[in-house]
């Protein structure tokens, strides 16, 4: 039996399947392209970016581009609710995996917006945005909620 396919609302389309891949892509390039830049921002200091770091923000730029591709075209070659809340969940863990990362910072970086520059608004609020919208679709909201659709998934 063939997997049901759903069509799901527009909201975590857009987000999903466009929003947030897009925004793996900006990550990837500064990651990569930007790194001065991208260094100074996450740790609030600056400093030249030595070549083992430079190598290490290269594949932090190719891990972003795998998020992008991942989610863009795994989620977006089905409607198998099961896939879509299996990827999600991975998504999610990877969600606390990065919010962590930042904690070196400080506990100010999850909530003192008055000190926040423009990468801790993609790598708290933005996160805390997706985290918000995985969590709720994992939970079903919006989603179809008849028995016949609960009993296909």
Known sequence: MAPRQTVLPLTYRAFFLIIEPISALVGAFYAHFRQDE???MTTHTSSP???GTSIVLSQLANLYLLFALNEALV???TGDLRVWRTVL???LIADFGHLYSVSGLGSWVYW???RWN???YGNVLFVYLGASMRIAFLFGVGLTTSSKAKKAV
């Open 49 to 51: 970016v030595p070549l």
């Open 38 to 40: 991208y260094l100074t």
């Open 89 to 91: 969940l991975g998504l």
């Open 112 to 114: 003192d917006v008055t």
């Open 118 to 120: 423009a990468i801790d």
């Open 75 to 77: 989620l977006r070659s």
